[in-house]
């Protein structure tokens, strides 16, 4: 099957040769062709073709320095770890927690803190142990404080966002314990692109009445110039919710896989119900750490079969779809992820014809799923988890 990935390996194979020895373009180029791979299912293709990258982007830092291509060499080696399994998995999630920990350490020797601190932040995910992301959180924790306390000194404006970002810290910090209890974090980035300018006025209002309706144990929020964030906790879920404009940010750590994905689902059901324009929600991007193993993917599956039998709008179908495509599972998994998302995605499409045909119109949101696809929808999905178990 010719795909528009072997044009862009040629492409790399060109930057590479003798004549033109651009390591790092041809790098870029080979990373590209692997996520083409991987778009068309050639798990196998896409692994080959990063290893190429991973080595041309080591082999242009050897020349003009690490620093220059860091971000490129760790995106390279986060496509690796996603393709990889068993031991070659846990290598390059070595390679990358190192890696990472060496950058964040540099920024810290040169006095830039927040830089530092968002890359031990990213480091995280690719902890040998929970004692170590113990570790890592109590050491960027140290360094805002001592920015805190030299901002305060200079009444610096950005005082307010470094303390933001210090109880962030204790928030996901007071969650994990030694104790061995997995911990799981659930980011989600997403855009309401049809909000109007009276309704971002009173986001803040609208988003805490909603947090109010699952009945925290604690809930706190704070107004910037441009932007809210709400911090809040429920069991043994600890949350927050960052709005600027059209954007909403939730971050979600809890040692309950079910309570995170029940509270992550429910919330965004609600959300747009909020709104009198309905304004829609775009799922821009998701982190889930750790990945989906079988078991959390079968509950994701339930959870989204239990709210098919209560019934689906449009926008809710159009979520899940998102989710499925964006969301990180392991790779036995991945082909049955995104089996899932296509089929989900062709009643999507059936249910679009159906409803144009009804409304003359574009298609709203809120509209229902009809009954008959419920059904389909149901069925499939009791199918698929069969299956996996």
């Keep these: 099957m010719k795909t528009p990935c072997e044009k862009l390996e040629k492409e790399a194979r060109k930057k590479a040769s003798i004549r033109h020895k651009d390591y790092w373009g041809a790098g870029i180029l080979y990373r590209q062709a692997a996520e083409c791979y991987r778009s ?14 991973l080595e041309m982007l080591n ?56 830089e530092a601190v968002k890359i031990y932040r990213n480091s995280i995910e690719f902890a040998p142990s929970g004692s170590t992301i113990i570790e890592i959180l109590e050491h960027a924790i140290s360094l805002l404080e001592q920015l805190a306390d030299k901002y305060s000194k200079a009444h610096h404006p950005h005082l307010p966002k470094i ?15 030694l104790t061995g209890k997995e911990v799981y974090m659930i980011k989600l980035s997403m855009r309401l692109p049809r909000l109007l300018e009276e309704e971002i006025a009173k986001q803040q209002e609208i988003l805490l009445n909603l947090i109010n309706t699952f009945r925290p144990s604690s809930v706190k929020s704070e107004k910037g110039d441009n932007e809210t964030k709400i911090l809040f906790e429920l069991g043994n879920l600890k949350g927050s919710i960052n709005s600027a404009g059209i954007l909403l940010e939730i ?7 079910d309570n995170a994905i029940d509270f992550i689902m429910n919330f965004v059901k609600e959300l ?3 709104y009198e324009t309905h304004p829609g929600l775009e799922l821009l991007d998701v982190e889930i750490f750790p990945e989906i193993d079988s078991h959390r993917f079968i509950t994701l599956i339930e959870k989204i079969r239990n709210s098919a039998s209560y019934g689906l709008t449009i926008g809710e179908l159009v979520f899940y779809i998102d989710f499925l495509k964006k969301v990180r599972v392991e790779k036995k998994l991945e082909k049955t992820r995104r089996k899932l998302s296509e089929v989900l995605e062709s009643y999507l499409e059936r249910e679009k014809t159906i409803l144009l045909e009804e409304m003359k119109n574009k298609v709203p949101e809120e509209a229902e799923v009809t009954d008959i696809t419920l059904n389909e929808i ?8 069969r299956k996996i178990k």
């Design 40 to 53: 068309y299912g050639l798990i196998e293709k896409a692994k080959k073709t990063a290893k190429k990258s």
């Design 59 to 114: 082999k242009a830092a050897s020349s003009i320095g690490f620093g220059p291509i860091a971000h490129d060499i760790e995106t390279t080696l986060r496509l690796l770890y996603s393709l990889s399994s068993g031991a070659e998995k846990e290598r390059y999630k070595m390679q990358l927690f190192y890696m990472l920990q060496a950058r964040a350490r540099e920024f810290e020797s040169h006095g830039n803190i927040l």
């Design 163 to 177: 303390l933001s970002m210090i109880e962030e810290f204790q928030t996901l910090l007071s969650s994990i314990s």
């Design 251 to 257: 971050d979600i750590t809890a040692s309950n896989w």
């Design 272 to 274: 747009p119900k909020r």
């Design 378 to 385: 149901i069925e499939n999905l009791t199918e698929i988890i």
